[in-house]
């Protein structure tokens, strides 16, 4: 079974507007951590962020926000104010306390935005 | 800083030929990692290590896959002999400590031919 699901295949949005990635997961550990990776056109993988099974706040960077919510099982990643150079594949994934160091990676958004 | 380093971008072999592909992790981070990425399957783990020490290869498809850690600061993967199949997107990434964030390198796309 997938772990981590992102359902949402491609998007595409005009510059500007703003646009929610979506990442479900499933996990039996209580403690456990998710994680939001962007892979732009050139191919390198870069880390945008990290959380843990127990906080549950939501966080903000500049354009970036993400909702955590353990009661739908959801880790969404919304990026306001849509530019160019956010187009990129953008992962979910998930590591368990209880599983070692595994990282479970979604199969990944690739979103386009369009001038 | 200098970030995990995959020093070769792409690498083109002939299929039977072996083929070594080389890392240098973050310095001070305790794990290291190796995926592949295939349009197929996405991102798939091959192995981890712990301290230079091999913890899971559950990920490594077939006995002609080998990786290595004879130190800290490197560590390769090998396939012997190579198959067209193999050709694939691979990534080296290191992290601080458990269920840390992964810190990756650049990848080596590699093609068999």
């Known amino acids: 079974a997938q772990k981590v699901t992102q359902a949402q295949t491609e998007i595409s949005v005009v510059e500007k507007e703003d646009v929610t990635l979506d990442c479900v997961y499933e996990t039996r550990d209580t403690t456990y951590y998710l994680f939001w990776y962007k892979q732009p056109p050139s191919g390198e993988l870069v880390f945008l962020i990290r959380r843990n099974s127990f906080d549950e706040q939501n966080e903000i960077s500049g354009r970036y926000s993400w909702n955590f919510q353990k009661s739908t099982s959801s880790f969404n990643f919304t990026i306001t104010a849509s530019q160019v150079v956010d187009s990129a594949v953008y992962f979910c994934a998930l590591s368990e306390h209880g599983t070692g160091n595994q990282f479970y990676f979604g199969t990944g958004t690739s979103l386009t935005v369009i001038p | 800083d200098a970030g995990v380093i995959q020093s070769t971008r792409h690498e083109v072999t002939e299929m039977g030929q072996e083929v070594t592909l080389r890392c240098k992790p973050i310095s001070g981070h305790d794990y290291l990692f190796w995926y592949r990425q295939t349009m197929m399957r996405g991102l798939e783990l091959l192995i981890y290590f712990n301290n230079n020490v091999p913890i899971d290869d559950s990920g490594m498809p077939e006995d002609r896959f080998s990786a290595k850690m004879p130190n800290a600061s490197f560590s390769t993967l090998k396939i012997q002999p190579s198959e067209p199949r193999d050709s694939a997107v691979y990534f080296c990434?290191?992290?601080?400590?458990?269920?840390?964030?992964?810190?990756f390198g650049q990848g080596t796309r590699l093609t068999v031919v």
């Open positions: 990434a290191s992290s601080l400590g458990i269920n840390t964030e992964a810190f």
